[in-house]
Structure formats: C-alpha cells, structure tokens
C-alpha cells in the first residue's frame, strides 16, 4: 500500500475487501446455506451486509444458522466500519493511538477533532455492545411474549437486536416483522433510533449529566432536532393519511425504519401511492454521520432546508444558534444531495432498461439501495443480474458516498495567487 494512499482510498478499499471475503465464504462454503447460492446472490448478499442495507435476493431463513451468523458478522463489520474497529482495537491492546491513526480516525469520522479521537475510540465498542445487548434482552422477552421458547427466543433477540442498532434490516423472518407484537416493534425503533444518531451525539449524550453546565455541540442539537423533526412528521403523516388500515405504532415504527433500517411492520405494497413518496424521501434523508445509517444524512439536510430559509428572509450569512456556518459546508451539502440525486436516477434509469418493472418500484429501490436502507416493494429477487450488479453498486456508493465525498475534498488544494474578478448571474 503506498505511502500516498488517503483515508478516502484506505475506506474504499476496507469495505471492498470486506465485501469480496465475504462474497468468497458464502459462494464457496454451501454449508452457510440451505441450497444453491449463485455468484451473483452470493455477492449481493455480502454487499447488503457490509454496506447495512438489508435488501436480499435471497430470503435470511434460507440460510443455515452459520450462514445467518456469517452475516450477521458481516453487518457488525460494516455498521461500525473497517478502520474504526482496526482502530479500537489497537487502542484496547496498546493502551494508546498513533497521531497519524488519530487523524485517519477522525477523517474518515466526518472530521470529527482529532485531539478527542482517543476519547471516543475507547467507548465506540462499549456503546455498540452495551446497546445490543439491552435490545437482545427486551427482544428475548418480546419474542417469548410473541410464543416463541426462550431459545428460539434468545436467537431472534441475539440476532434482530444487532440488526436494528446496525441499521441493516436483515430478518429471519420473510416478511420481517409484520404482526409482531408492541415490545418488539418499540424495542426495535429505539435501538434504530439510537443506531442513526451517530457514535459522536450517543457520547456526547451520555457524557452529558444534567449537573454539567457544558451545552451540546452544534452538530448534537441539529442532529437531535432534525431526527426529532422527521420521526414525528413521518409519524404523523403516515398515521392521518387516507390509508386507515394501520395503528399509531406502526406508524411510528415505520417513520423510524424508513430512514435507514429496512424492516416492516406492514405490507408496503398496500400503502398509498402518498406514502410510497413520503418513504422515498426519507429514505433520501436517512441517518446521521459517523452513524450505522446511509442517505445523504440529517445534518446536510438541515444545511439546505436552513439555507434556503435564509436567502428567502434575504440574510448574506447562515447562523444556526449563534453560530456561522462555512459557505464550504453549505455548498458541501447542496453537491452531496445533487451527487445522490445523480447516482439515484442514473441507478434508476438502467434498472428501467434492464428489467421490465414499474417507475414506481424502480425508484423505490434504488432510494433505498443508495440510502443503505433495504425497504423493497417486491422486486429484488425477481431482478436479473444486470439489475442485480446495478443495485450493489448503489448499496456500495451510498454506504461510503458521504463520507467519500468529504474525503476526496482532503488531497493535497492547488493554491493559486490569482484573483479574477466578481461575476453577476441573473
């Protein structure tokens, strides 16, 4: 590896062996599933689980319980990311972190300070593992209130508890988790929640007592007031819609999974075309950065909601409390959506071209491939391998286009001396 390779390259290339190992186990080891895997089948599975999307080609229940635990390592894998696991670990065996891993770290962490690195590393593992495991507790109880034995119990606990706080999606159950009862569907929604706010807003939040004086960052307060705001719009759209046939917790169910975890609580396809949209804008939005979730993020959505308020009101410069944003950051936000929007339609283009499926269900899966969120009205399985390729491309750029993004933007900038004068666009 050269010494000139940046924190962009060293993600891109993480995640891309990560998903070709585990492409290689699946193929190769027929015991990890009950029947033939094809090449293809093989690859968009690994793929959906690095990249925590949870859109499937082939049902979970056909795996074996080693094939469903291979992919569950998997999804653990991607939703904490490559270099931050690498970098934990380093950090528990050494006691301490390189400079230069700190700076790496806190690159590809959305630029997170890298004088509190250290600081962070050391409780990324304690809050993934401590958070699963009250969801699998809650989870255990859940599934044995929903008449399973405590061990069948304890496994679907075990293994939905890491798939909800990873974002990823995945169920053992082919229609996910329709009918379950209200623990369950709760129990689910937090560990979302908790998994799309961000490793940087939970630790901040729990390193926060009330007796402390010191205020939340601004990244926290848009973070936690954006998710607030879009949870209980979704919610409240979804529920006082012209579609009766669904209860206020499956609406708050459903306004949490949309946004980046995948997993249902109804049958999608009997929603209004109304909600179908709503959905794919939320999908669009998706989690937060430095999170287990995809989409474009909350934060750069809030940049472009705020900065539009602020040229309507005639304002030169964007103040969110007190504070000025970067017209860097602003113009970041806007080319990240435009990149999304780019990609989407380019993904959904050639999915009309390839497969004979409705606009409708193209877009809704492409959305929610490039927003890692794993939603589908039905067509993953049915796309042929075209389709299929297109669709792991999208799982893959939408797992690391943000963060790629801002990375590309840390080479080496051309300074230049010349100044040219201000011109006016009408």
């Known amino acids: 590896m050269g010494k000139n390779i940046n924190p962009w390259q060293l993600l891109v290339l993480s995640f891309a062996l990560l998903i070709l190992a585990g492409n290689f186990l699946l193929y190769y080891f027929p015991s990890l599933i009950q029947g033939n895997l094809s090449e293809i089948d093989a690859l968009f599975t690994s793929t959906s689980a690095v990249c925590v999307t949870g859109l499937v080609t082939v049902p979970t229940s056909q795996f074996s319980l080693t094939g469903q635990l291979f992919i569950l390592l998997l999804i653990q894998l991607g939703a904490i990311g490559i270099m931050t696991l690498t970098s934990s670990f380093l950090l528990m065996l050494k006691g301490k972190i390189s400079l230069k891993h700190k700076i790496i770290f806190s690159q590809i962490q959305e630029n997170q300070a890298f004088v509190d690195a250290s600081l962070v590393l050391k409780n990324i593992l304690k809050i993934t593992f401590i958070t699963e495991l009250s969801g699998f507790i809650l989870l255990t109880i859940g599934f044995i209130w929903q008449g399973l034995s405590w061990k069948k119990a304890m496994y679907q606990g075990f293994f939905h508890s890491i798939s909800a706080f990873c974002n990823a999606g995945f169920s053992t159950y082919d229609t996910s988790l329709e009918g379950m009862n209200p623990l369950i569907k709760i129990t689910i929604s937090l560990l979302i929640i908790m998994g799309g706010l961000g490793y940087f807003v939970i630790y901040e939040i729990i390193s926060h ?55 249902n609580s109804v049958d999608l396809n009997q929603m209004p075309i109304s909600i179908i949209f709503l959905m794919m804008l939320l999908m669009f939005i998706g989690a937060s950065p430095g999170s287990t979730g995809g989409g474009i993020k909350t934060t750069t959505f809030f940049i472009m909601f705020y900065s539009i308020f602020s040229v309507l009101k005639g304002e030169k410069q964007l103040i969110i409390f007190k504070r000025n944003i970067a017209f860097q950051n602003i113009v970041k936000a806007f080319a990240t959506a435009t990149l999304y929007a780019g990609v989407i339609i380019a993904g959904v283009i050639l999915l009309l071209e390839s497969n004979d499926i409705s606009l409708r269900d193209g877009l809704f899966e492409s959305v ?11 067509i993953t399985p049915l796309l042929n391998t075209f389709g299929k390729s297109v669709i792991i491309a999208l799982m893959f750029i939408g797992r690391l286009g943000p963060a790629s993004f801002a990375l590309a933007t840390l080479s080496k900038k051309k300074k230049t001396k010349i100044k040219y004068p201000q011109g006016e666009i009408y």
């Open 368 to 378: 929610s491939a490039m927003g890692t969120v794993g939603l589908s009205l039905g």
């Open 209 to 263: 007592p009330g007796k402390s004086k010191k205020k939340f960052s601004l990244h926290s307060k848009i973070v936690l007031i954006t998710t607030t705001a879009l949870i209980g719009a979704g919610m409240l759209f979804i529920k006082l819609s012209r579609w009766e046939h669904i209860d206020w917790i499956d609406s708050f169910f459903q306004s949490v999974t949309t946004r980046t975890a995948g997993f």
